[in-house]
């Protein structure tokens, strides 16, 4: 009990000693993980929202939430016999719930608003290539029963695309911003080290093992990361809310984008990890010079 107080007694000094430089570690840290964070967090919008079309459906027919038995029936034939569609997949209402409540996981009272009944079936289809996907939508437009056909193909491909390359600059950018922390930390590790060099030196020579002398400053390291990662895993939660909140207002295209709550607390706790591992190892380089290994 007393080794512990002494080492929190010790990180404290040291975290007051070099507050400026503290400071800057931190928020760089909480900068560069926000920005992997908000990478993470929006591909998971994206391959969530894109599911259904990553797995080659190039359209989707909706039906009339009133649409009857027969219309429903004669667009599953036509479907069935056309030479232009591979496969296809006929939604129920149930499975619209269910699809629905999967959407919107964090709001349930909008779910228990909704009744199975109120959704419309559809049909996701496969063409057997997709350059038949514009003749397919166009032969169904408009059909009696059918409410409206959805083709995203084009728009999903641009997003994925887009999606992409904000994905390698702003991991670009994170893997800038982490090293810049990195290079913080083991200067205020340094410093607080070199501060302190005479009463290192001393301690060694009444015996005080190399960890011993160690624990403050990691512990040091240790509490700049984690500050940082914690400020980060809060920015990641408050745009999880914002990106939920642009995708409920958006178009038809946007309507399955989404990402739950379950989706930013594990990214914040990949980022939380991150933090501290930045930290513990900022503490170790920036004690090799003075401690022997």
Partial sequence: ?????????????????????????????????????????????????????????????????????GQIAAVEKELTDSPEVKKFRFLTKADAYEEFKRIFPDDPALVNEVEPESLPTSFRVVPTEAEFTGSIADRFAGRTGVDEVITAQEQVDRMLTATKWIRFTFWGLAAVLLASSLFLIVNTIRLATFARRREIEVMKLVGASNWFVRIPFMAEGLVQGAIGAGLAFGLVYGLRVILTDLVKDADNLFTHFYVTSGDAIGIGLVVLLIGAGIGMLGSAIGLRRFLEA
């Fill in 1 to 69: 009990m007393t080794r512990l107080l002494y080492f929190a007694r010790e990180t404290l000094i040291s975290l007051r000693r070099n507050l400026l430089m503290t400071l800057a570690g931190i928020l760089t840290v909480a900068v560069s993980l926000f920005l992997f964070g908000g990478v993470m967090l929006l591909s998971r919008l994206v391959e969530n929202g894109t599911d259904r079309w990553r797995h080659d459906v190039k359209l989707e027919i909706f039906m009339h939430v009133d649409a009857s038995s």
